[in-house]
């Protein structure tokens, strides 16, 4: 099957053409068909699988045959957790409309509100939204959604894991009650089957693979280290490895900033996201390793859903996440449509239970290889990843040591320092 059968205009089809998509992905072949027919759908599917172009390119048909006179009306909005995504699903919309007549936007938080209104009062005809930046907007009266025709909820478990299940009540009662709906996510939690009772009318259900199971591309593996030595290992991965574009997450915003800091006393350029950038910064640092200006990105689960990074080859997961899903939302970074990837886990003995959960929740045991010189139990000094310009440094069992070339302090000094993690 090609894009010229799912009934697609001329103008689509020449976006899609410079686009270089030849032909549609499953998830593209089943939900294409079912909204252009205007029906509600369900749609269950891996990451990176394409379906944002699953409900972005009908959509656009649709409203593209309808054309309205005067100013323009939000007649599809989409529903979306982060600022990222938001940002990356309207230049899709974008790219696909680039022939057609019709204006897309995204708005968010984290940049001020009076352009976004200056935009709006033009009219827009695609408006892509988080939900805490749209309530702002219809409490001041900046945004009408009256004549919205196609709602999408994009990511919708995450928006419910994020805690904007009341904020996306509150916008779906918002609108007219005669609208198309369509919902897409990972999983089909009990909180989603429920607000899809509540908002939508006889949805049609596809799901193209099980829930929580991770792309079969993905090569995925765990390396058992102390604590004190993930930083160690994790930039002896990197440069004995020569990669040249990893995605690491760390648990927490503090704990990425540090660790940016230390991979690039490592010599291995690094930038931090995650929840407390200004969208200046973040927008700056995911630009800064698209472009492989940088080459590690430390991030928090900000980024485990909606980061669209081409051909992504390395995600690794410097702390196991303690929500066994969002390991699986973490490693869909990367091997995505289907090209494949890598994913690596640093897991510590505090991390066992987590390890276990995630192994439930996929159905396998992942594969366990111990890294020589990061065993666990190994001493702190064992050899580090060296500055640029430095030689690789030995483990100290294995350094000649005589009372005329061994400084008294050092050992001590070097012990600490790794002690304390820095």
Not at 16 to 32: F, G, H, S, V, W
Not at 106 to 124: D, S, T, Y
Not at 224 to 247: E, F
Not at 406 to 416: F, L, T
């Amino acid at each position: 099957m090609s894009f010229q059968t799912l009934g697609l205009s001329a103008a689509v089809l020449r976006a899609l053409d410079e686009q270089a998509y030849n032909e549609p992905t499953p998830i593209q072949r089943a939900a294409i068909p079912i909204v252009l027919e205007g029906r509600d759908l369900m749609a269950g599917a891996q990451t990176g699988t394409g379906k944002t172009a699953g409900f972005a390119l009908p959509i656009l048909e649709l409203l593209n045959s309808q054309p309205v006179k005067g100013r323009r009306p939000v007649r599809a909005l989409v529903l979306v957790p982060t600022r990222e995504l938001a940002a990356q699903v309207e230049q899709s919309f974008r790219d696909y409309g680039k022939y057609l007549s019709l204006r897309t936007y995204a708005i968010f938080g984290g940049v001020g509100i009076n352009p976004q209104i200056h935009k709006l009062e033009r009219g827009v005809d695609v408006l892509v939204a988080t939900p805490g930046r749209l309530l702002d907007h219809v409490a001041q009266g900046t945004v009408d959604l009256s004549r919205v025709q196609a709602l999408v909820l994009d990511e919708a478990d995450r928006m419910l894991d994020m805690g904007f299940v009341h904020d996306v009540r509150r916008l779906l009662r918002a609108l007219p009650s005669e609208r198309q709906t369509l919902l897409f996510s990972a999983t089909f939690s009990p909180a989603i089957k429920q607000l899809a009772r509540e908002f939508m009318s006889n949805p049609e259900m596809i799901q193209m693979a099980r829930s929580n199971t991770t792309a079969e591309q993905v090569t995925q593996r765990i390396h058992p280290v102390d604590k004190t030595q993930k930083r160690a290992a994790l930039s002896w991965l990197i440069g004995s490895n020569n990669w040249r574009q990893v995605l690491v997450f760390t648990r927490t915003k503090r704990g990425a900033d540090r660790l940016a800091r230390q991979l690039e006393q490592d010599g291995l350029k690094s930038t931090a996201i995650h929840g407390n950038k200004s969208q200046g910064a973040r927008t700056r640092a995911l630009a800064s390793f698209k472009s492989e200006r940088v080459r590690v990105l430390v991030a928090t689960d900000i980024a485990a859903r909606g980061l669209d990074i081409d051909e992504l080859p390395h995600v690794v997961n410097y702390d196991l996440p303690n929500v066994a899903e969002d390991y699986v939302h973490r490693i869909g970074r990367t091997g995505r449509a289907g090209r494949a990837g890598e994913a690596v886990s640093l897991v510590c003995g505090e991390e066992r239970q987590y390890l276990a959960d995630i192994e439930r929740l996929i159905g396998r045991k992942l594969h366990s290889e111990v890294l020589p010189g990061y065993e666990p139990g190994t001493p702190v000094n064992r050899p580090q990843t060296p500055r640029r310009g430095q030689a690789p440094s030995k483990p100290s069992s294995a350094r000649r040591r005589s009372r005329h070339d061994r400084p008294r302090k050092s050992g001590r000094r070097e012990g600490g320092r790794a002690a304390r993690g820095e």
